[in-house]
């Protein structure tokens, strides 16, 4: 599992293997190559790598953490 992280160093998300989830854990997302696209398989941010920005990179929308384990209680 690896947190999403804003840039003011606010989690507000998680991808565990290539899903990307919200907060309140649903998935929102997925990993594609060096995009996140949506749901419908959209374009949504772009990886480089720990770094996730806008599609154009004019915007950092924050980094991947480290891998760790999930240790959320079910």
Do not use: C, H
Not at 18 to 24: E, G, I, K
Not at 53 to 63: P, V
Request: hydrophobic content about 30%; charged content about 25%; aromatic content about 12%.
């Amino acid at each position: 599992m690896r947190g999403l992280i804003s840039p003011k160093g606010e989690q507000f998300g998680y991808l565990i293997g290539y899903t990307l989830f919200t907060m309140d854990d649903e998935p929102s997302g997925r990993l594609e190559g060096e995009y996140i696209v949506d749901l419908a398989g959209n374009p949504v941010w772009r990886i480089v790598g720990d770094g996730v920005y806008s599609l154009n990179g004019m915007e950092t929308i924050g980094y991947l953490s480290a891998e760790r384990p999930d240790d959320r209680e079910y």
